[in-house]
């Protein structure tokens, strides 16, 4: 199974920017879905990106157009880059592969802390 690291993450102010990176230890091309999971303290989990095949990408309304998904098979990373931080985007910020559109699958990233406050 593959095993994700994520980093990029830590404090800015509202109206800052932040790029993660999701580092996997296995070529990242059998995932046709790869997605961002964000969980505030005392809330769920919720994705806040996915990227499938053909590239096609999703975000909730909280953050489109705000948040972008990319990837890069060479160097077997994903990533979000995350403009216009709100306060309300403090959270850890988490890595999936190979989930479906509704669900995330077992293999998680330990996760990266995104702080945003003046």
């Known amino acids: 199974q593959a095993q994700l690291v994520e980093s990029g993450g830590g404090l800015v102010q509202p109206g800052g920017s932040l790029k993660l990176s999701c580092a996997a230890s296995?070529?990242?091309?059998?995932?046709?879905?790869m997605a961002w999971y964000r969980q505030a303290a005392g809330k769920q989990r919720e994705m806040v990106a996915r990227?499938?095949?053909?590239?096609?990408?999703y975000y909730p309304d909280s953050v489109k157009g705000r948040f972008t998904i990319s990837r890069d098979y060479s160097k077997k990373t994903l990533y979000l880059q995350m403009n216009s931080l709100k306060p309300e985007d403090t959270a850890v910020y988490y890595c999936?592969?190979?989930?479906?559109?509704?669900?995330?699958?077992?293999?998680w990233g330990k996760g990266t802390l995104s702080t945003v406050s003046s």
């Open positions: 990227i499938s095949s053909g590239d096609y990408t």
């Open positions: 999936n592969f190979g989930g479906t559109y509704t669900s995330p699958s077992s293999i």
């Open positions: 296995e070529s990242i091309r059998r995932f046709n879905n």
